[in-house]
């Protein structure tokens, strides 16, 4: 049995540091490591507990993150809240395989750990060809075009009317329309993919992280 791949998330955020966590540990094939909140931790811990992956935003308290990406021999995505072409680029060229600016729906996430792995699935081991290389190329981000022009389905058009009072959760949106959360949750992804809606981070009195939608 293929090992699952050990995920090290680095946010000086504990709370969004646990959010990122919980996704990584409900995808199957990946271990969630205990998030770290800064540089020297992070060194620690890719020393220590040797990740596949990390997941590790820009500004940390300790260090510059995308730095901290270049300087370790571990495959990593950089999630953070800037926006700016330069700070993009600047982590690519770090050696990022890709950037997630947030917040961001957690479908997308669970679609880059998916991508992830069947990059590895095809560049585990020995010579490879150059339609092998491609295809492992194309794995990482294979799945994040949706069509701009892409129809919208009966649910989402209710959605999308929903949404013209307000920013709503997707429990709150499953309630109004008559679905699942999960049926909601999976149709606002599909808008937030399009650009129809946008998804935002609000904390509630636990604590916990709750992701809401609202009109482009």
């Known amino acids: 049995m293929t090992p699952d791949l050990r995920v090290l998330i680095v946010d000086d955020d504990f709370r969004v540091g646990g959010l990122h966590r919980d996704a990584v540990a409900d995808q199957a094939g990946f271990e969630a490591l205990e998030p770290v909140r800064g540089v020297r931790e992070a060194r620690a811990a890719v020393r220590d507990r040797h990740p596949d992956l990390v997941l590790c935003d820009v500004y940390l308290p300790d260090g510059d993150g995308i730095a901290f990406v270049s300087e370790i021999d571990v495959d990593a995505l950089v999630i953070s809240a800037a926006s700016d072409a330069d700070t993009v680029r600047r982590a690519l060229r770090a050696g990022a395989l890709g950037y997630l600016r947030k917040p961001f729906d957690p479908r997308l996430l669970r679609d880059r750990l998916d991508g992830y792995r069947r990059y590895r699935n095809l560049l585990t081991a020995g010579d490879v060809d150059q339609e092998t290389i491609e295809r492992a190329q194309r794995a990482l981000h294979g799945r994040d075009a949706v069509p701009a022009t892409a ?27 008559g679905v699942s959360r999960a049926t909601a949750q999976r149709h606002l992804a599909n808008l937030a993919a399009r650009g129809a809606v946008e998804v935002g981070l609000r904390y509630g009195a636990t604590g916990r992280p709750e992701h809401r939608y609202r009109l482009s």
Request: aromatic letters at 0%; glycine letters at 4%.
């Open 151 to 177: 129809s919208q389905t009966a649910t989402e058009r209710v959605i999308l009317e929903h949404l013209r009072d307000g920013e709503a959760s997707a429990t709150a949106i499953a309630e109004r329309i």
